[in-house]
């Protein structure tokens, strides 16, 4: 019996040929709508979130069995390493304590999570840090460490530079307040040799605005340079005082400027760091979830300031904050053919929401993968899309022209959405949940786009 499609191409055109009928009941149909159902469960998702630091970094060793529990039982995908080279102020890092370091991001990448790394020399702030030369020596040793690892390294904070490297209390950079232009200088040096050594691909963050600004140009960082790869786009900003005082204990030099200047560079960077007092009303939810979402914050310190975070929990506002800290993509709705032919175009369209604070800001892939639902076997589309412009409340619309496989076999194929890590593509834990309800494949780390399409 013909199909409608070909009853009406018939009823139009008269009677066909042979091959034209044949053609006419083979026509791919039309596209499928289909709207999806959001989700309000917490996501486990990677490089986002509440983040858990569990000692200084050098003299703790990471239990694989312990970090994969945070994951699952927790839902953090994020450690802190806070790793001091106190021993080594004027000498080489031994072999044993880069053994140490190697170790660390290697029970990071076997439990499935990423970990934000920073060097210091000392934990207080007595100014006992190194002279510049001597940081300069041990980041070459690190380089290798730190390139070999960088697919489980969040980002690195700066560092090195007074007590527990953010940059204050130091002999050998000038003090807050008495730092010359000497000290910029080196201060720059050491800046521009931990992104020589880090991969292009990863992003530093320095501890002000200020930082920044006096080394790179004071002018936020322009949309059309965002992930080039510059000093500029590389260099983004936590805040270890979040909510503590009108300046966030120095954090800001003048927030009238700072405000707008980081607001603006954060659409781009990495933001994250750590609460340090409760001081009311500035520390209060209402100011947190302003200054968390006009910021973009990806991560915040699970575990400090305690009373900060008990006063969120017992005002209501942690598990809005918990969901959106970094990015929450949902899935909102999808057009695909139900019907397609090998070596022909396929298109799609997908909407997605950014209900997060942030966007992505390390590298991301997307792809379309069909799903043979008989064999398993499966078949990767890339898309011409970049998740790190999927921006936080905004709807993204993806729709492309794909083409199939010219060997594609016949059958039926499931539609799912995949948004891997480019250097852990085969691990599920490192790819991107969507915020949907019913969508979900904890084994493929894939995303079932609830559709399928008969390819003949």
């Known amino acids: 019996m013909l199909t409608a499609l070909a009853l009406a191409v018939l009823a139009a055109t008269g009677p066909l040929t042979a091959p034209a009928a044949q053609a006419a009941l083979t026509a791919p149909k039309a596209a499928s709508d289909i709207t999806y159902t959001p989700s309000s469960t917490e996501i486990a998702n990677p490089e986002r979130g509440f983040y858990r630091h569990t000692g200084d970094c050098d003299a703790n060793a990471f239990d694989v069995n312990t970090l994969k529990k945070y994951r699952a039982e927790e839902n953090v995908t994020v450690v802190m390493c806070l790793f001091y080279l106190r021993e080594f102020r004027n000498s080489a890092i031994n072999q044993s304590t880069l053994d140490k370091l190697k170790q660390r991001l290697d029970a990071v990448r076997a439990a499935g999570l990423k970990t934000i790394v920073r060097f210091a020399y000392t934990s207080a702030a007595d100014g006992l840090d190194a002279p510049k030369s001597q940081v300069l020596s041990h980041l070459d040793q690190l380089a290798p460490y730190l390139r070999d690892n960088s697919d489980v390294i969040l980002l690195m904070q700066a560092g090195f530079v007074g007590g527990w490297g953010e940059w204050w209390s130091t002999n050998n950079f000038g003090d807050q307040g008495v730092i010359s232009e ?12 931990i992104l020589a050594v880090l991969p292009s691909d990863r992003m530093v963050q320095l501890r002000t605005p200020k930082f920044k600004k006096k080394m790179y140009g004071a002018s936020a960082l322009p949309p059309g340079q965002a992930y ?52 009311p009303p500035r520390s209060d939810c209402p100011t947190a979830l302003d200054e968390l979402g006009r910021f973009h914050w990806s991560y915040l310190n699970d575990g400090y300031n305690k009373t900060v975070l008990d006063k969120w929990k017992a005002n209501g506002c942690y598990p809005e904050i918990s969901r959106k800290l970094g990015y929450r993509f949902v899935l909102q709705s999808g057009t695909y053919p139900s019907t397609a032919r090998p070596g022909e175009p396929f298109a799609v369209g997908l909407t997605i929401r950014n209900d997060g604070y942030a966007a992505p800001f390390n590298p991301r892939g997307a792809e379309l993968v069909l799903r043979d639902t008989s064999t398993g076997t499966i078949h990767r589309l890339p898309l011409n899309t970049d998740p790190r412009h999927w921006k936080p409340g905004q709807n993204t619309t993806v729709n492309q022209n794909l083409t199939l496989p010219a060997n594609l076999p016949a059958g039926s194929y499931a539609l799912l959405l995949n948004l891997p890590d480019p250097r852990l593509s085969a691990r599920a834990e490192y790819s991107i949940r969507l915020a949907n309800e019913n969508t979900w494949n904890a084994g493929s780390g894939m995303n079932d786009l609830l559709h399928t399409v008969t390819v003949r």
């Not at 000290?183 to 521009?192: E, F």
């Open 182 to 193: 000497a000290d910029w200088v080196n201060r720059k040096a050491v800046t521009d040799k």
């Open 228 to 279: 080039d790869g510059s000093a500029p786009a590389r260099l983004g900003h936590h805040n270890d005082c979040f909510l503590a005082s009108e300046t966030d204990q120095g954090t800001y030099e003048n927030p009238a400027v700072d405000y707008p200047y980081l607001a603006a560079e954060t659409n781009y960077l990495a933001m994250g760091g750590e609460t340090c007092d409760w001081k």
